[in-house]
């Protein structure tokens, strides 16, 4: 089993461009969540999904789309990047948010320049 | 807003003594968890404690959970060096929100 894997692992951005960060998982897990790391500031909720074609907005949802078309993939899009997005973006997934932990990707360490 | 907050922010001790780490929490919870996040790394998880429960094991780790006083401490034993890390608790508030979210972590130095 890969886990989670997100990908790119580094990437740099002008101001006002777009991209999609990938997150896949192959444990088959219902819950996905994607978290921004800032200094200082632990994890904050972006975005969830408790499973395929369900997702809600958490914390700080501003500027980010997600979409949940299959199990295995939760895609973190930013429509139009600016230096506050600036951050470590991290995946997570977990089977059974009452009984299991969740699982973290590495993370994608993201400059919006 | 962080619905957990670790204390201390940050914690030195020297190889072989115990590290505690506290979190207090302000909404009722479903259950709390426990991670371990290395410098430059993803989070691991450490351990997770259900409302209904008042205290776990696993390994070197001892969690206890008071929901009265809504906290939750996370003890170390016999530290190591390879134990240096932050650590963050995490709360569940269960129901049909998917949200885990995190207080700003514990940043643990293990002196050899």
């Known amino acids: 089993n890969a886990g989670v894997t997100q990908t790119p692992k580094f990437q740099v951005l002008k101001t006002g461009q777009s991209m999609t960060l990938q997150c896949a998982q192959d444990?088959?897990?219902?819950?996905m969540s994607w978290y921004r790391q800032d200094p200082g500031m632990g994890l904050r909720l972006i975005h969830y999904s408790v499973g395929a074609g369900i997702t809600d907005q958490g914390e700080v949802p501003n500027g980010y789309n997600v979409s949940r078309s299959t199990t295995e993939d939760f895609p973190l899009r930013l429509l139009s990047a600016a230096p506050s997005q600036t951050s470590v973006y991290f995946c997570?997934?977990?089977?059974?948010?009452?009984?299991?932990?969740?699982?973290f990707g590495s993370g994608t360490r993201l400059t919006v320049v | 807003s962080q619905q957990g907050e670790e204390d201390p922010q940050a914690l030195s001790i020297q190889e072989g003594e115990n590290a505690t780490m506290n979190c207090s929490y302000k909404?009722?919870?479903?259950?709390l968890q426990w991670y371990r996040q290395n410098s430059g790394r993803g989070l691991v998880h450490l351990i997770l404690?259900?409302?209904?429960?008042r205290e776990k094991h696993s390994g070197r780790l001892r969690v206890t959970l008071d929901t009265s006083k809504k906290s939750s401490s996370l003890l170390i034993t016999a530290s190591r060096a390879a134990d240096t890390a932050s650590y963050f608790c995490a709360t569940d508030v269960g129901g049909s929100q998917g949200n885990l979210i995190f207080g700003k972590g514990t940043k643990l130095s293990v002196k050899p």
């Open positions: 444990m088959n897990h219902e819950y």
């Open positions: 997570a997934s977990s089977r059974d948010r009452n009984n299991y932990g969740y699982t």
């Open positions: 404690i259900r409302s209904n429960e």
């Open positions: 909404t009722s919870i479903n259950n």
